[in-house]
């Protein structure tokens, strides 16, 4: 067991905030910007950055519950978590059984895709199904108690999102200090960064004479995966007219660090999103939303393409790397890596019917993208499971929003939940699963802002009532005496 230069940096922190479970979600949200680093390497392997702190708020609420505290919103987030905590259990539940029960029968790409273990293998019971496990224990633990307890009068929504999009400045200015490094050489911190021994880092990488970014993680792609959550934020802020300077000075920041990444990640995500942007606008979006998108969003977007081009053509270097990097981009489906992500996708939708639906078991398979990925792990029913969750989150959301009378309240619905969408999104495109903490925390936090509002709502309602039904008294006993 060994303590890192991050992990002596943290854990006087995580110490700190011991009594405060708050801040020790706020601590969860702004280590997850250090990706690739590790407070603690355990035989080999290091804990992820927000690990600590969420143990630590998890222990807090453990302790809150047994000594009987009860939060009056948390109710309606249980019924929300309902589907998710059978979700867990199924996983749970396949990881011991199915690789037993099927064993031999097929092969899978196993969890590590390093030599000898690039290619499949039959199925068995292995150490994937072990550390997977793990990781969603606390994932779901870190939901389900963030969902619970915060469902609580004194929890500030809004504060936690600007504790989000500050781990995003976080990101954006280690990404611009790795750049300057890349161009000049400048002293950049490299082990306190990449202290993760189970990260394969990719250093040194350009396009043309443009050097790829990947900030505080472990590659590019990883570093387009977070930004796409605090992209899709900002944005949405905008658009729904919200007076946030944090997220309005964000955006092009974020935007920039992106693009420095030159990951087709990124550039996917960014594609899906416009597009998903432009569909709503003429679909389903409000007037007023509506015209924010099209007279607003896009003529800003068209310009800013449009100087970026014609700030290329100053140089001719520059040109041609961007020239490289479009290139590369859309040549990518006619690469190795390619074909072997397809493959290992198609095999992962392939154990599905020799299990009859049940999936290889929880940490079985790897796949190259988030729904053969949960498929090929989780079944047809898990997955169907975690439909059901995410259709209660949705709903739940939607009556939020139109109950809110707050407009901080409104705002962290609308924040989250464009956040929550952003980071889906990446991983639709190229992440297996989603295994971040600070994820699951702001989806903990979405669902106990919901809970909250239909709380207060619901106590409005019945105020309401009875003022009414104290009038209709009045007035009887009134009718009485004058009768009288």
């Not at 000898?116 to 199925?123: A, G, M, N, R």
Request: hydrophobic share 55%; aromatic share 12%.
């Amino acid at each position: 067991m060994e303590l890192t230069l991050f992990g002596y940096i943290l854990l006087p922190l995580c110490v700190a905030a011991i009594l405060q479970p708050t801040w020790q979600l706020y601590l969860v949200l702004l280590v997850s910007a250090f990706g690739a680093a590790t407070p603690l390497v355990v035989g080999g392997l290091g804990l992820p950055p927000g690990v600590i702190p969420g143990s630590l708020f998890l222990a807090y609420v453990a302790v809150q519950f047994l000594l009987g505290a009860r939060f009056p919103g948390a109710p309606l987030a249980w019924r929300t978590l309902e589907p998710f905590v059978l979700t867990a259990a199924y996983a749970f539940f396949t990881a011991i059984m199915v690789p037993r029960l099927f064993a031999g029968s097929f092969t899978v790409w196993p969890q590590k895709l390093t030599p000898p273990y690039d290619i499949p293998v039959p199925l068995a019971p292995g150490s994937g199904n072990i550390t997977q496990s793990f990781y969603l224990l606390i994932d779901s633990a870190l939901l389900i108690c963030c969902a619970l307890y915060f469902a609580r009068a004194r929890f500030d929504v809004a504060q936690l999102l600007r504790i989000y999009l500050g781990a995003g400045y976080v990101v954006v200015a280690i990404c611009g200090w790795q750049f300057v490094h890349k161009m000049t050489g400048l002293w950049y911190p490299e082990a306190f960064f990449y202290s993760n021994p189970g990260w394969v880092l990719y250093p040194g990488q350009t396009m043309g004479i443009v050097p790829r970014i990947n900030g505080p993680f472990s590659e590019p792609a990883a570093l387009a995966f977070y930004l796409s959550g605090t992209i899709f934020c900002c944005v949405w802020l905008m658009l729904r007219g919200f007076r946030s300077r944090m997220a309005a000075i964000l955006l092009p920041l974020a935007l920039a660090a992106l693009l420095a990444s030159t990951s087709t990640t990124g550039f996917a995500v960014l594609g899906t999103g416009a597009t998903g942007l432009v569909v709503y606008g003429l679909a389903w979006a409000p007037p007023r939303l509506a015209s924010r998108i099209f007279f607003r969003a896009m003529p800003v977007a068209v310009v800013s393409i449009a100087m970026a081009l014609a700030l290329s053509t100053l140089s001719a270097r520059v040109e041609e790397s961007i020239a490289l990097v479009s290139q590369m981009s859309l040549n990518k489906a006619e690469g190795d890596s390619f074909a072997i992500r397809t493959r290992s996708d198609l095999d992962g939708l392939g154990v599905l019917w020799p299990t009859y639906g049940l999936g290889a078991g929880w940490g079985s398979v790897r796949a190259s993208s988030l729904v053969p990925g949960m498929l090929a792990n989780l079944g047809i029913y898990g997955c169907a499971l975690l439909v059901w969750f995410a259709v209660r989150v949705t709903r739940q959301v939607g009556r939020a929003r139109r109950l809110a009378t707050d407009a901080g309240q409104l705002m962290g619905l609308e924040g989250l939940s464009a956040a929550i969408l952003g980071q889906i999104t990446a991983a639709l495109v190229s992440a297996p699963a989603i295994n971040a903490l600070d994820f699951h925390v702001l989806v903990g936090a979405l669902i106990a802002a919901a809970a909250r509002v239909e709380h207060l709502a619901g106590l409005r309602y019945a105020e309401q009532r009875q003022r009414a039904a104290r009038r209709r008294d009045d007035g009887a006993a009134n009718d009485a005496g004058d009768a009288a």
